[in-house]
């Protein structure tokens, strides 16, 4: 989109960024979770932005004539605020979760603040250093192609005259959304109903499907089916019974997953007892009950964690910005986002074919959703800020305006790196 060596300072600078962030979970010996990765995907969103909102920077001063050299300083210069903020904020919220939050929501907060720290960086400093390099050697070096230079460049949509349509469309979607919610409501996975998880090893690669599917016709339900380390090797959470504390229950269980699994075993037959009872190399390798009780408590923990983000989030960006009406703006924007996300998946649950459950995958998703929202909010929020310092005598919705239409490119942009990781991870990333 910005040209061969654009794009590769880009992807020199997210290389990096892993690397740093790769070297600082080792060094503390943390442990890779769902939402840890979640928190990775984050990171690399942000990390993109922060090059996807420089580089439009840089357009625009060329645009305005500068020569390569100032274009990039006054470029770097000028989009600094509004990736201060983006990660300011999106850091605060980490930290909250972080504090606030247990288990897989604590994950996902100390992936995303070492990858913030690392990210901005990364993006600010060491792209600097690359992109200044390759215009010494290239005086005409451009940010873009003949089909991607002047992409959304001479845009004058009347956003906020046509608000009202946005609303009606909004309300819409936000009624069907909750009307969902309080009829449909979700499939709740074991990491909110509780249930017993058992790590089994077998004696030759399987697929988890084939796993899944056997396990399902024994006990029932949704059983969850990862990879557990090796192929040969898999972990499995199935809800069935978990409210009884009955001891046969726990029996029964151990009896029904050996019948489920024995066929998957090719040298020689195992034994229930050797199955069982964790003697053998192969068969039951641990096994966890979590209660509901714990499953809520996690929940919970969740939702407190997320509605004092908010609150931070709006105290932020009301000093930050001067305006209230800002800081409000940001988060029923983060509200409107999240609540449409949670209703269309409680909308389409049913009807799709493969596992929709509400478990914690579910909710490093809802975090990453939030994370970007605000992160586009900021960039556009900054944008109206300097509009309304160069054109203090202008109709504050022109200024608005304005703001929108100069973002577009870099929205744009930001979404579409963005889609392309996650249809990347929707095709090949398995179940999970």
């Known amino acids: 989109f910005y040209g061969f060596k654009a794009g590769a300072v880009a992807d020199l600078a997210l290389i990096a960024n892993l690397f740093f962030l790769a070297g600082v979970l080792a060094s503390f010996g943390a442990v890779l979770t769902l939402p840890g990765i979640a928190g990775i995907v984050l990171t690399i969103g942000t990390a993109v932005d922060a090059n996807v909102i420089i580089f439009e920077r840089i357009k625009e001063e ?17 989009a600094m605020s509004a990736i201060v903020d983006a990660n300011v904020t999106t850091f605060l919220t980490a930290l909250i979760l972080f504090l606030v939050g247990t288990g897989p929501i604590k994950g996902f907060a100390t992936t995303l603040m ?7 960086f990364t993006a600010v400093f060491m792209s600097r250093l690359f992109i200044e390099y390759f215009a010494k050697k290239d005086e005409n070096m451009k940010f873009g192609n003949k089909l991607t230079e002047h992409f959304l460049e001479n845009v004058h949509i009347d956003f906020i005259g046509k608000k009202k349509i946005g609303y ?9 959304s909750i009307l969902s919610i309080s009829i449909k409501g979700f499939t709740y996975g074991v990491d909110f109903t509780g249930g017993r998880t058992y790590v089994v090893r077998f004696d030759q690669d399987v697929k988890t499907n084939e796993v899944r599917a056997a396990v399902a016709a024994e006990f029932g339900g949704n059983p969850e089916v990862k990879t557990f380390g090796s192929n040969d090797q898999v972990r499995i959470t199935t809800n069935y019974k978990i409210d009884s504390n009955d001891p046969a229950v726990d029996k029964e269980c151990d009896q029904k997953l050996y019948k489920a699994l024995k066929g998957f075993y090719l040298k020689e037959s195992i034994s229930e007892y050797d199955f069982c009872q964790q003697v053998d190399p192969r068969g039951i390798q641990s096994s966890q009950k979590v209660q509901p009780t714990i499953a809520s408590e996690l929940l919970w923990d969740a939702i407190i964690a997320v509605l004092v983000s908010l609150i931070l989030i709006f105290i932020y960006i009301a000093i930050r910005f001067k305006n209230w009406q800002f800081g409000m703006g940001g988060v029923i924007s983060l509200v409107h986002d999240s609540l449409l996300t949670i209703g269309m998946f409680s909308l389409f649950y049913k009807v799709m074919p493969f596992s929709m459950e509400i478990d914690q995958s579910f909710i490093a998703a809802i975090l ?14 900054d944008r109206i800020r300097e509009y309304n310092g160069l054109y203090p005598k202008r109709e504050r919705h022109d200024n608005i305006n304005l703001a929108l239409n100069s973002t577009l490119s870099r929205t744009f942009s930001t979404s579409m790196s963005t889609f392309v990781v996650l249809l990347a991870i929707f095709c090949f990333g398995g179940e999970s």
Do not use: Q
Not at 168 to 176: G, K
């Open 62 to 78: 060329m645009r305005s004539g500068k020569n390569v050299a100032n274009a990039i300083s006054a470029g770097y210069e000028n």
């Open 114 to 120: 070492i990858g913030v720290v690392s990210s901005f």
């Open 168 to 176: 009606i469309l909004s309300a819409c979607l936000i009624v069907i």
């Open 368 to 381: 990453t959703v939030i994370g970007y929202s605000i992160n586009d909010n900021v960039v556009i929020f």
